[in-house]
């Protein structure tokens, strides 16, 4: 298991997790499909009476599906969010949101994320017309093992958002990302993407059908194939 050997998984469908609480850690296991009507909030930030809160996050996917109304989850400055699936049935993840940016997940600052084989990411909103159809980050680290990420329309960035953040792309799937206006598939906005495997494929947009990158951003190939964007 990507999240260590000797783990005690909790329930997600009990009352450990839910999307009225901040959640602060550990190890969430789906032992049914579900359904949110707002995102789970990992972390949070600092506010004038509390402190932040910095939390470290894994969940298992199980085989099932989590669809929601809204964003499926809003990771905080320095929290991590890592999204495993142990079964041979693949998972879904289902968001909608389209009031802001992110569609499915929204990395909040120095936030990471580390997604793995078998989890689906989509997002099923009728218009979205803001930035990173399924992920929008900021200056943490997205590394995606494995996984398909299913882009959708937005503004710039139909599958990935990245603003001065670090992508790193060893495996995995994104495809059929659509911008109105740059990056079909990624929009990076300064920031880093390190393309060691996986593919990117079929992205459509004005400017960079597949990838867009700001002048002073970098991107590092030694794997992977980009192929089919218009």
């Not at 969010?81 to 998972?91: D, G, I, Q």
């Not at 879904?92 to 909040?108: E, M, P």
Request: net charge negative; hydrophobic share 35%.
């Amino acid at each position: 298991p990507h999240c260590g050997k000797e783990v005690q998984w909790i329930d997600w469908t009990g009352s450990h997790l839910n999307t009225t609480e901040v959640v602060n850690g550990g190890h969430y296991i789906l032992t049914k499909n579900v359904e949110t009507s707002s995102q789970i909030r990992i972390g949070a930030d600092a506010t004038d009476t509390a402190e932040a809160i910095v939390a470290d996050i894994c969940i298992d996917m199980n085989g099932h599906v989590a669809e929601g109304t809204s964003r499926a989850f809003a990771v905080y400055a320095g929290s991590t969010l890592s999204l495993v699936n142990n079964s041979e049935t693949e998972s879904y993840i289902i968001g909608a949101y389209k009031t802001d940016v992110g569609g499915v997940i929204n990395l909040g600052g120095a936030s990471n994320l580390n997604l793995y084989d078998g989890i689906y990411l989509e997002s099923v909103a009728e218009t979205f017309d803001k930035k990173g159809g399924i992920v929008n980050m900021g200056t943490g680290t997205f590394n995606m093992y494995g996984g398909t990420l299913h882009g959708r329309s937005a503004a710039s960035g139909g599958a990935i958002y990245i603003n001065d953040g670090t992508f790193n792309m060893y495996g995995g799937l994104i495809t059929g990302g659509r911008a109105t206006a740059s990056g079909g598939n990624i929009y990076l906005n300064s920031g880093v993407i390190n393309l060691a495997g996986g593919i990117i494929e079929n992205g459509i947009a004005e400017q960079g059908g597949n990838i867009m990158a700001t002048k002073d951003a970098r991107i590092t190939i030694s794997g992977g194939t980009i192929t089919g964007g218009t």
